[in-house]
């Protein structure tokens, strides 16, 4: 537009001398301006074309990382802007690596921290199993609280790196789901509730240890929110693929709190004073099992329970799995 409006600027002024001065011809005036306007419209259709493909990619660019995918630059222009975004690009780079360096060691630090944890957590463990007297089982419950916030934090910082974690294998169901009642076992004592296992499919190609994770934190919700009553856990095959079912008839889950449930901090708004959710773990579970391909689906009733609905991949999908 600058080029337009500066032509026109000239091409008036040099009709405007025709004006002025009468003994210059009007016709050649005329003429200057017809040959002006050729020269410059072929002058505007090169400088357009010559630089439309970078222009083009140039615009749909979204991150500064996609630069590298732009066209070589054919004007001098777009050869400088080009030269700069190439520097910024490096400097984004540099800054980057700078703080994924800080990033790995703070989650070093923190899983280091985390383990060190779970050896007086493990001694805690043993004297608990020694003590007799009726505050054992508050013990214990306070325990199995810092033991689950410790598990949270640990694959929470897992989770950045959770593809390089994966190894697929064929897991036994019923010893998975075992190993989480096992942990759980005193306060379902205390709270009344048992458990009705239905394994059809005992066996299930998965990462033993995500999937463990995955069924603990919804086995461990079904607990904390039943009271005196039964959670039915049931697998089988649906269509070729593996179902894994966990139901139980406790507080659930009101109808506007369901789509959030997954959000990382959300602890539900029916009780929110509750101090022992920490909203963490089914985001957590979610986004193990998005990177296993496992599908999520969650049905509840207020005040009469939840239903939770994992779909594993079929045999032939875990090719994809393991190999993201």
Request: proline share 3%; net charge negative; charged share 25%.
């Amino acid at each position: 537009m600058p080029w337009i409006l500066t032509f026109c600027l000239l091409s008036l002024s040099i009709l405007a001398l025709g004006l002025l001065d009468t003994e210059i011809p009007n016709i050649s005036l005329i003429y200057i301006s017809a040959v002006n306007l050729v020269i410059f419209s072929i002058f505007l259709g090169v400088d357009y074309y010559r630089g439309r493909k970078y222009r083009k990619e140039f615009r749909s660019l979204e991150r500064i990382s996609d630069i590298d995918s732009l066209p070589a630059p054919e004007t001098p222009y777009q050869k400088i802007a080009d030269d700069k975004m190439e520097k910024f690009l490096k400097n984004h780079n540099e800054l980057l690596e700078r703080e994924s360096v800080k990033t790995r060691e703070n989650l070093d630090e923190m899983t280091k921290w985390i383990h060190d944890m779970k050896m007086p957590m493990t001694t805690m463990k043993l004297m608990i199993g020694d003590l007799n007297d009726s505050k054992r089982q508050e013990i214990e419950e306070e325990w199995l609280r810092l033991d689950s916030m410790l598990n949270e934090m640990l694959y929470d910082r897992r989770l950045s790196n959770i593809s390089n974690d994966l190894y697929i294998e064929n897991v036994e169901v019923e010893q998975v789901i075992t190993a989480a009642l096992r942990k759980l076992r005193v306060l379902c004592m205390e709270k009344g509730i048992g458990f009705n296992l239905h394994l059809h499919q005992v066996h299930m190609e998965t990462d033993l240890k995500w999937f463990s994770f995955i069924i603990d934190q919804f086995i461990m919700n079904s607990v904390k929110y039943s009271e005196n009553s039964d959670i039915d856990i049931e697998s089988f095959l649906e269509g070729g693929w593996p179902v894994l079912v966990i139901k139980d008839r406790g507080r659930g889950i009101r109808e506007q709190d369901l789509p959030r449930i997954f959000e990382a901090g959300f602890t539900s708004t029916s009780d929110h004073g509750d101090s022992q959710a920490t909203g963490m773990g089914l985001y957590l579970a979610r986004e193990a099992a998005r990177a296993m391909d496992i599908r999520l689906h969650v049905e509840s009733v207020y005040g009469e329970g939840t239903t939770v609905t994992m779909t594993l991949p079929k045999k032939n999908k875990f090719q994809h799995v393991s190999t993201m």
